[in-house]
């Protein structure tokens, strides 16, 4: 296959800040362009040109999406960043909250939604929230959309879940399914999915308790960042918590959030 040009790679980083905010510096051009080789070759075309001229027109269809699957970085596990969940879990029991909800607005493949879920789950078995408290999970990419809503995960990315936890809310797989885990229709049915850009104004979401917006902000620019950051929060309820990774540092925004801990935030009340 031919190598992917300087201009080619210049398209594709523009198509997908364009459609998802993504961006890609310069180093990255090997990286999109062993994603992306596979795939070109599977469609039996000659070169990228030939690709990015496919996903590029009004006939992309369903190939743009396959594209921004191949291009997005979906690496996720099981309570990944643990302060976050005991933070949430103290402040639901001190707000005294009833019907929670929460929405993982980068869910990937769901990890972070089900982890909340079993923590959720817990609260409501000591009564302390009501049985009707809600989760969603959104994503850009259908692919780990659908991965997310069948509930199954290697085990090797439960392995920050309690063996009480296991028990509780998951199904071990064997035979075929040996190292699979499948988590239990009691805890995903109050458990949704969809897909939403980020980088798009949201219609009708919301107000929620708590947000996630955790590792995805570091594939954003600078402007585009502070644009997600002040959609994301308008959907969080005055006094509600927000969530972003540890390692991205702090956000710019006009709604009021009152820094709680590394990546932790309040949205203050008078906003
Ligand atoms: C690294 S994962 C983070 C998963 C999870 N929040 C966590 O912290 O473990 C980043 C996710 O952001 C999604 N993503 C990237 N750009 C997006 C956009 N413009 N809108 C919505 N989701 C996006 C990717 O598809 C990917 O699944």
Redesign the pocket.
Request: overall charge negative; charged content about 20%.
């Given at each position: 296959m031919t190598p992917l040009r300087d201009t080619t790679f210049r398209k594709i980083v523009n198509l997908m800040h364009e459609i998802?905010?993504?961006s890609f510096p310069d180093s990255k051009k090997p990286l999109i362009a062993s994603r992306l080789a596979p795939r070109i070759q599977r469609l039996g075309m000659e070169d990228y040109d030939e690709y990015v001229s496919l996903i590029d027109s009004p006939q992309a269809g369903g190939e743009l999406q396959m594209a921004?699957?191949l291009l997005?970085?979906?690496?996720?596990?099981f309570f990944?960043?643990q302060p976050h969940f005991d933070l949430m879990e103290r402040d639901l029991i001190e707000r005294k909250l009833r019907n929670v909800s929460v929405w993982?607005?980068?869910?990937?493949?769901g990890?972070?939604a089900y982890s909340i879920a079993m923590l959720l789950g817990d609260l409501q078995r000591k009564g302390t929230i009501d049985p009707h408290w809600s989760i969603l999970g959104?994503?850009?990419?259908d692919r780990?959309l659908r991965a997310a809503t069948q509930a199954v995960f290697p085990e090797d990315r439960m392995r920050e879940v309690s063996d009480e936890r296991l028990k509780r809310y998951c199904l071990k797989g064997e035979g075929e399914s040996e190292g699979l885990v499948q988590i239990k229709p009691t805890l995903r049915e109050n458990v949704h999915f969809g897909r939403?850009?980020?980088?798009e104004p949201i219609e009708d979401l919301g107000p929620f308790d708590v947000v996630?917006?955790?590792?995805?902000l570091i594939?954003?620019d600078g402007p585009t960042k502070v644009e997600?950051v002040e959609r994301v929060t308008s959907r969080l309820k005055p006094g509600g918590l927000f969530f972003i990774?540890t390692a991205e540092g702090r956000v710019k925004t006009k709604t009021r959030l009152t820094p709680l801990g590394p990546g932790a935030f309040r949205k203050e009340a008078d906003e």
């Open positions: 998802c905010g993504l921004i699957d997005t970085t979906n690496e996720t596990y990944r960043e993982s607005a980068a869910s990937s493949f990890d972070e959104t994503d850009i990419s780990v939403l850009n980020l980088t996630f917006l955790r590792n995805v594939y954003f997600v990774g």
